[in-house]
């Protein structure tokens, strides 16, 4: 949804009802991950896609049908459909779409879930896309993160499904997910029995950007800088030199900090501001910066770290790492030299073969022509 939040939010406001159409499971080789959706306005409007242009003619007129019926409609399209060439995914993959007629009425808390996107804060939206009772389909809980008391941050009222059991399981996981920043289809017995099946319940997760770190204000760290906002990562460039970082070297990061690599990247941890998804790219060439953070990084629950230089400054850092009290086990996390081994020369040519490696060890994949490869294209799915 946060594709089309924008446009949606603005019908929403003007009293529009509109179609919306949201992918919640993918098998295969599916075009598009949990989440991707498409808005059908009154006005035949369409904004987003689910699915890269494969099946969205069949998708729009779903999603009109289901504006006049009010009926929310769970579809799967697949090469294995007796129609699926006539949709035309003929791409190998899977999707199951859950279709649903959005307005002010179905959706009252859709402002509240734009607020908080908006200010990149957690939330979650869990919708029931299949019950054995069809009542029971399109029903929703919002859900954030919980304070440690078993109370949702910044939430006073708790709009619930329709039972205590129902909903305590789907909080309980969504905020699971929620944490990881995944979204994800949960099956639950009809009253949401975690041991049953029948209810299917979308969760639609909506966390802050995955924070990306380049450590080394060089001319690498820019492209690097840029390549990382381009694929969604709040990017924050740090070298301890200030005739070095400053915003205009760097106007594709989101912030540009002047500080120790190790001192700033300990403060972020410990403000909570670090993850399972960041990435720490370290660029510096210089063992002074470069191992006390990389100390610190690979000690930490982290995507990805990966560190510039030779095959010479490489053996040379793993020996000081080690000297540093590091172990086999710890090292092994260090992508270095960095990148893929796509015979990269320049700054931007560099930073595509960082973020392919990033990409590569996020959804399993080994950097291989595809050309030469056979199964499916897509990991992870």
Known sequence: MRDVLDDLRARWEMGEKVGLATVVATFRSAPRAPGAAMLVGPDDAVVGSVSGGCVEGAVYELAKTVVETDSPVLQRYGVSDDDALAVGLTCGGILDIFVEAVS????????????????????????????????????????????????????????????????????????????????????????????????????????????????????????????????????????????????????????????????????????????????VCVLTHDPKFDVPVLELALRLDLAYVGAMGSRRTHDDRLARLREAGLTDAELAHLSSPIGLDLGARTPEETAVSIAAEIIALRWGGAGERLQGTAGPIHHGG
């Open 104 to 279: 002010q009425e179905a959706f009252p808390e859709l402002g509240e879930v734009a607020d908080a996107i908006t200010a990149g804060e957690p939330i979650a939206v869990a919708t029931i896309v299949a019950h054995p009772q069809p009542e029971r389909i399109g029903r929703r809980v919002l859900v954030r993160p919980a304070d440690g008391s078993g109370q949702e941050e910044g939430s006073e009222r708790r709009t619930g499904l329709w039972s205590a059991r129902a909903d305590d399981a789907v909080r309980e996981d969504a905020r699971g997910l929620l944490a990881a920043g995944r979204s994800d289809t949960l099956e639950y017995g009809p009253d949401g029995e975690r041991r049953g099946e029948g209810m299917r319940v979308f969760v639609n997760s909506f966390a802050p950007k995955p924070r990306m770190f380049v450590f080394g204000a060089i001319d690498f760290a820019a492209a690097v800088a840029r390549i990382g906002s381009f694929l969604g990562y709040a990017v924050t460039v740090c070298d301890a030199r200030p005739i070095f970082a400053t915003h205009s070297r760097f106007p594709e990061a989101d912030e540009v900090i002047v500080d120790w690599p190790h001192r700033y990247l300990a403060a972020q941890v410990a403000a909570g501001a670090v993850d399972p998804r960041s990435v």
